[in-house]
C-alpha cells in the first residue's frame, strides 16, 4: 500500500471513485475538462492535500486533506478530510481505516489540533465508520448552493 500526492493522470481514476455511489452518479461527469482545472487549483494550493492510496500500481483510494489556520481554539490550525473514496473492490479490507488513519497522522505533523470531516447525511454506513474510528457528531452542517 502506498499513500501519496495524487497526480494528474490519477484523475479520471479519482472522479471514477467519486461518481461511483448513489450521490456521485447524480452530480458528476467523468471526463469533464473542470475536474482537471480542479486539480490544478488544488495542487497549487499548500493548504491542499489530495491524496491517493494505490495498490499493486493501481488507484484504490482518495481523500482531500484540507489545513486551515484560525483564531479560535488559541489559533489553533485544524485539518478538515473530505471526499473520502475506497474503490469498491476494497471496502471493507481495512483500506480505508488505514488511509483515515494516515490522514489524522497528516494532520498531527502538520501542528493540527483537531481533524474534522464532512459526510453526507444520508451515508450511515460511513458515520458507523468514522464513529468508531473515534469521531464525534458534534456539529451541524449547512450548505447553500450558488
Known amino acids: 500500500m502506498e499513500i501519496r500526492r495524487a497526480e494528474a493522470a490519477d484523475v479520471p481514476a479519482i472522479v471514477a471513485m467519486i461518481a461511483n455511489d448513489q450521490l456521485g452518479a ?4 467523468p471526463g469533464d475538462p ?10 497549487a494550493d499548500p493548504n491542499q492535500y489530495l491524496a491517493v492510496v494505490v ?7 482518495t481523500l482531500q486533506l484540507t489545513f486551515t489556520p ?3 481554539r488559541l489559533g489553533m490550525k485544524r ?10 473492490d ?6 480505508g481505516q488505514r488511509f483515515i488513519e494516515w490522514a489524522i497522522s497528516e494532520a498531527r505533523a502538520r501542528g493540527c489540533g483537531l481533524v474534522q470531516l464532512t459526510t453526507d447525511a444520508s451515508r450511515v454506513d460511513a458515520h458507523r465508520f468514522y464513529e468508531r474510528l473515534g469521531f464525534e457528531p458534534s456539529h451541524v452542517g449547512m450548505k447553500l448552493k450558488l
Open 26 to 29: 447524480s452530480r458528476e461527469s
Open 34 to 43: 473542470r475536474y482537471l482545472a480542479a486539480f490544478d487549483e488544488i495542487s
Open 55 to 61: 495498490l499493486d500500481g493501481v488507484v484504490a483510494g
Open 70 to 72: 484560525g483564531l479560535s
Open 79 to 88: 485539518a478538515t478530510i473530505e471526499a473520502v473514496r475506497v474503490h469498491a
Open 90 to 95: 476494497h471496502r471493507g479490507s481495512g483500506l
